[in-house]
């Protein structure tokens, strides 16, 4: 996600979501190389759960029957021009 003029921008990046239900709360964390986690203290105790690339997710505001509440983002670029992958 880009904010800003073309000249003034600031890129952020998603990074995780809390999800609610069941009467408490689960999360999915994104790694920099857009791998994701699944935790859910009560079924996974400490440990996260590796799961598929996040643009391999098909419904990111759903999970398991939890409805996302909270998008976590974080600035990557600021006041730069964002940068193009070379060919």
């Known amino acids: 996600m880009h904010v800003g003029r073309s000249n003034n921008k600031v890129m952020y990046e998603l990074k ?5 239900g069941h009467a408490h709360f ?3 964390i994104i790694g920099d190389s857009a791998e994701t986690w ?6 996974t105790g400490i440990v996260c ?9 098909s419904d990111i505001y759903q999970t398991r029957g939890y409805k996302a509440s909270v998008l976590i983002y974080s600035i ?12």
């Open 38 to 43: 699944f935790h859910d203290g009560i079924t």
């Open 16 to 20: 995780g979501i809390i999800y609610f």
């Open 76 to 87: 990557v670029y600021k006041n730069a021009t964002v940068p193009t992958l070379a060919s």
């Open 26 to 28: 689960t999360t999915h």
């Open 49 to 57: 759960i590796s799961e598929e690339k996040f643009n391999a997710i």
